[in-house]
Each structure stands twice: as structure tokens, then as C-alpha cells.
């Protein structure tokens, strides 16, 4: 009998029981979705934390203080650093292409008679470059606001809605603690952090502004540096940690109290957690596959029980045992590749969807996509056989009694 014959004969078959068809394939529908949603997802939120550390700025390095063995919060028992120390690192780090020092509080800030509590920074003006953070309307902090502490300030989109609602916020005054101040920019819109924070709640500052004339002290919470390519990076951080040992005098042997940060770190990290959830995911993936399999394999040896005498009858006028085997083996592989092709649909629209709920980018899982279709197949074929072979099997004398 022909592979067409066969198949059609299969497909006649199948669209007997409908229902029972759809039911079948469920699982496999559901574990071949489950995959291409995790693969998706996964990678979206991979590219999604990739995207948000690349916006801190490139080539970046942070120094804080506290031991490297602390988080990146957790630092601040440790003194705090020095505008000497700051210079003493722009002048001896020789791969530094910029250097930041920042320092920044939670602060109200008051425009007439709106106000809100926002990240104040106090920052030099290599900040925003490094940063790689620009201006949407205005101009950012310079080197003459720094050096005269000019009573001047750049906001975040969101902090200029708040306080200046439906009107200009260039040239405004606005008050923080006991100082005016004039915006002279707005800064473009960075949205959420991979950590849910919002960058656009921020007011910078001169870091001399507001180190004097807001704190009273010129104290450092933590410095931005910028390599000048992404290969001298590491050649960076060792001067920086080679200053910055010499200038908190650290002994030979002695654990530093400071860390010099590398955002290529966490990212390491990151995708090994997300590396780690999405493999763990698609186990679970895969165990509904098995499941499914399973349910194909029973619905066919049901099917061979109840179709006994009709295999009975075709073995009788001379139908070879592997045009049987062919025909349920047929069966089994078109059950789970049509739930293959719904698990497809139902895995792109739900891995779509859940992109936009927990807003990360949707990267169409292309490789996934026939190695799932595949692996449905597979299914198929592997469940499928041993029914096939039992109905091939059949004594036809007895499946013609058969009741």
C-alpha cells in the first residue's frame, strides 16, 4: 500500500473520534507551546537585562566602597572616598578615557506648589557622557558649572512631569533642601531599570554644588570610569584598584576595602540565572511532552482493541502486517505533529504576549521552533510503535471472532 493510501486511511481514522483526537494531542500541544514560551521568554529577558546594562554606559567601570566580597548596596561601612582620591586616579590611571564622582541622596525637590522625593545626585560632568545618557531639550552639566558650583540642574523625564506638568521646565527654579536651583536640561527618557527602578526619577547637580552647598561635604559615595575601548577595560581595573590601594594605604595581603565593579559581571551572572530558570523550564517542558506521548500511546492501543475486527478483515483480504503497522505508526506521527503545529501557534502567541506583560522585547525563537516541531515527531514515533506493532501482530483468524 502507498504512503497516500496509507495516510489517508490514517487521517479517516483519526477524524472519527474528533474529540478524542483533540484530547490527545493536548499534551503535546501544551509541552511543544511550554518550550518555544520559555525559549522565547528566556532569551527576551537575556536581551532585555543586556540592553538595560549596556544604557549604564560602555566600556563602564564602577568603584565603591566596602570589600569586593559585598553586593554592589552593601558597601558603605567602609569610608567613603575623597575628591583627592578622584584626582589622584584621573592622573595616574593611564587607560582612563573619563572619570565621574558621584554622590547621591533621596531628596524633595519643591516647584511651587508641586513637589516629589527623587534619587538626587551630585555629579561631575564627565557623568552623562560616560553614562551615554544625552539631553532631550536644554543642555547638560559642564566643567564651568562645576567649577563655579553653579546653582544649576539637568532632570529625568520623570521628574520633570511631576513637577512641571503640562508647561516648560527650562529656566524654572526649583528648590532642593535649602537651595534654589535653575534646570537648564531635561534628559532623555531611559525608562525602567532591570530592576524595576525607574532612571527617569533623578535630578543631578554640579557634584561641587552639591557637595557644598546641599550636604556640606565633599565626600564621594562612588566614581564612574570609562576605558577608552572595551579590550582595556581589565587593564583599567587594575590601575584603579592599584591607586586606590595606595591611596587607602592596603597592605600587601590585606583585604581591600573598595571594589571596582565590572557591569560584564552581572551580566555574567544574569544570563547564568536566566541560563539556569530556562533550562529548568524546559525540563518541565519536556515532561509534558513525555506526557503527551503517553496519552498517544494509550489512545492507540484503545484504537487497536476497538478496531480488531476491521484489522481482522483487511489482514484477511490481504493486507500485509506492515501496511497495519503503517497505518497506526501513520496515525500516531499525525496526532503529534498536528499538536506540534498547535503547540507552535500557542507558543509564539503566548511567548508574544508575555513579552508585553512583563515588558521585555519578544525574540521569535527561530532555531527553537524545528527543533520543538522535530521533537513532537519524535514523539509520535516513539509512542506509536508498540501499538502499531500489536495491531501488525494480530492472528487475523482470531481477530475476525474477535467481539
Not at 85 to 102: G, I, K, S, T, W
Not at 192 to 201: I, K, R, T, V
Amino acid at each position: 500500500m502507498t504512503l497516500p493510501a496509507t495516510a489517508s486511511l490514517a487521517f479517516t481514522a483519526l477524524m472519527r473520534n474528533r474529540l478524542r483526537s483533540l484530547l490527545t494531542m493536548l499534551g503535546v500541544v501544551i509541552g511543544v507551546g511550554a518550550v518555544l514560551m520559555m525559549q522565547a521568554t528566556g532569551r527576551g529577558a537575556t536581551a532585555y537585562v543586556g540592553d538595560t546594562i549596556s544604557a549604564m554606559g560602555s566600556n563602564l567601570l564602577m568603584v565603591i566602597p566596602g570589600s569586593p566580597r559585598r553586593q554592589m548596596g552593601g558597601g558603605m561601612t567602609a569610608p567613603l572616598f575623597t575628591v583627592a582620591d578622584v584626582e589622584a586616579v584621573r592622573r595616574r590611571a593611564h587607560d582612563l578615557d573619563a572619570l565621574a564622582a558621584v554622590t547621591t541622596r533621596p531628596m524633595r525637590l519643591v516647584a511651587g506648589a508641586n513637589n516629589r522625593i527623587v534619587s538626587v545626585g551630585g555629579v561631575s560632568p564627565e557623568f552623562l557622557s560616560i553614562r551615554g545618557w544625552g539631553v532631550a531639550d536644554g543642555r547638560t552639566l559642564t566643567r564651568e558649572d562645576e567649577r563655579q558650583a553653579a546653582q544649576v540642574c539637568v532632570l529625568g523625564k520623570t521628574v520633570r512631569d511631576a513637577l512641571f506638568p503640562g508647561g516648560p521646565a527650562l529656566g524654572q527654579e526649583l528648590r532642593v533642601h535649602e537651595l534654589s536651583c535653575r534646570v537648564v536640561g531635561v534628559l532623555e527618557a531611559k525608562g525602567a531599570s532591570a530592576f524595576g527602578m525607574d532612571q527617569d526619577d533623578v535630578m543631578y547637580l554640579p557634584f561641587s554644588t552639591f557637595s557644598r552647598r546641599v550636604l556640606g561635604s565633599e565626600r564621594v559615595a562612588f566614581m564612574m570610569a570609562r576605558a577608552p575601548s572595551p579590550d582595556r577595560i581589565d587593564d583599567l581595573k587594575a590601575q584603579l584598584e592599584a591607586v586606590m590601594r595606595e591611596r587607602r594605604r592596603i597592605l600587601e595581603g590585606d583585604e581591600d576595602d573598595f571594589a571596582v565593579r565590572d557591569p560584564r559581571e552581572l551580566q555574567a551572572v544574569l544570563d547564568q540565572v536566566t541560563g539556569v530558570l530556562t533550562t529548568f523550564l524546559l525540563g518541565v517542558a519536556g515532561i509534558s511532552l513525555v506526557v503527551g506521548g503517553i496519552g498517544i500511546m494509550n489512545i492507540m492501543l484503545v484504537s487497536v482493541t476497538e478496531r480488531t475486527r476491521e484489522i481482522g478483515v483487511r489482514l484477511a483480504v490481504g493486507a500485509r502486517p506492515r501496511d497495519i503497522l503503517s497505518q497506526f505508526l501513520v496515525e500516531a506521527v499525525a496526532l503529534s505533529a498536528a499538536g506540534g503545529l498547535l503547540g507552535i501557534l500557542l507558543g509564539l502567541a503566548g511567548a508574544w504576549g508575555l513579552a508585553k506583560a512583563i515588558s521585555v522585547p519578544f525574540v521569535f525563537p527561530a532555531a527553537a521552533i524545528p527543533v520543538a516541531f522535530g521533537v513532537s515527531l519524535l514523539v509520535g514515533v516513539v509512542f506509536g510503535v508498540f501499538p502499531a506493532r500489536k495491531a501488525a501482530r494480530l492472528n487475523p483468524l482470531a481477530a475476525l471472532r474477535f467481539e
